[in-house]
């Protein structure tokens, strides 16, 4: 993508595991906990990563954010290679690219005020030859809080003025991208729809872009423009937002689009219930690593690895892709004689 702000390319981040026990055992001494993924992010766009909890989100965003060593891959943001820059050199990069991370009150420190914690990133970043306090009072009416919240401490806050904080800390710098790691976590359903809407209108004003990552679908249709699933580490399926609500391909994303909560309780919708075992790291499926949760599994899914085609905007990894509309096949129930 020419227009690319980031692009990432076979990026696997791994953990090491067991050390001479696991040695001795003929087991495997780490894990990928992102197993070889490639994405682009453009100017302006906002980006969504969904999946279930483990599948990867959090450690993609934070081995893009230089925070997890790659072990393979490419990370390139602005036109700079991002791997294997020490903290020094990765400095001015964060300037760049902001990181909100899950916990609204949680990830600000409770011994600071709301206006010392907004003006940390110019302290951290020694910009101090701006006037912090206007810096303050700006980035407060950006996110729609009144001045005197800068005398406020953390636990005077609700869970939506501190995210608002959190996105307050976030624009401070005038990033190009911000990682926004569940940004509607633990929030009510109206404050949700608020903070969407006020990372919707920062885009646009502030010429932002937008990594999203989250398990709630709501979110992503309301403000991305388009979206990865990870299952197990791994894009299962990538493209169009919208493309994917109105006609996901993948199975796994059509069970998890079933399983959305739905605010018509007169729509009658087919739900996909999926065996609730996910496979485990240590030991990952030969083939189609989903094909021990798939309604759709042939035999050809247990043993070969499905590859997405790589030119197409809407890739997904499955030898059957479903068609719109597609329901799991019934199978035959067998009884023991």
């Not at 407060?140 to 005398?151: N, R």
């Amino acid at each position: 993508m020419s227009d690319s702000l980031l692009s990432v390319r076979d990026v696997r981040v791994s953990f090491e595991i067991g050390g001479l026990l696991s040695q001795a055992l003929g087991r495997p001494t780490e894990i990928d906990g992102v197993a070889g993924v490639s994405f682009d992010i453009a100017k302006g766009e906002t980006f969504a990563l969904v999946g279930e909890s483990g599948s990867g989100k959090t450690t993609l965003a934070r081995a893009i954010n230089g925070l997890l060593r790659c072990a393979e891959g490419e990370i390139i943001f602005d036109g700079k290679k991002l791997n294997g820059l020490s903290t020094r050199a990765m400095k001015p990069v964060r300037r760049q690219m902001a990181m909100m991370f899950q916990d609204p009150v949680g990830s600000l420190s409770p011994r600071l005020t709301v206006g010392q914690l907004i003006a940390e990133p110019f302290r951290i970043h020694e910009m101090t030859d701006r006037d912090l306090g206007a810096e303050t009072k700006r980035l407060l009416a950006l996110v729609g809080l009144s001045a005197d919240f800068a005398d406020r401490y953390p636990h005077q806050l609700s869970g939506g003025q501190a995210r608002r904080v959190g996105v307050a800390r976030a624009i401070a710098l005038d990033p190009a991208l911000i990682v926004a790691d569940e940004p509607t976590a633990g929030l009510d359903v109206s404050v949700q729809g608020e903070i969407l809407n006020l990372l919707n209108d920062l885009r646009d004003r502030l010429g932002l872009s937008l990594l999203i990552i989250t398990h709630n679908l709501h979110v992503v249709r309301q403000v991305a423009d388009r979206m990865a699933v990870m299952y197990l580490g791994r894009f299962v399926e990538l493209g169009g937002s919208e493309a994917i609500f109105t006609a996901p391909r993948h199975p796994y994303t059509k069970a998890l689009l079933s399983a959305n909560p739905e605010p018509d309780p007169d729509r009658i919708i087919d739900r996909i219930a999926l065996p609730a075992e996910v496979p485990s790291l240590l030991a990952r499926p030969p083939g189609c690593e989903f094909h021990t949760r798939c309604p759709w599994a042939e035999a050809r899914c247990r043993t070969e690895v499905p590859l997405p085609a790589p030119d197409d905007p809407h890739r997904t990894a499955c030898h059957f892709p479903l068609s719109p509309g597609a329901r799991p096949p019934r199978r035959e129930e067998t009884t023991d004689a």
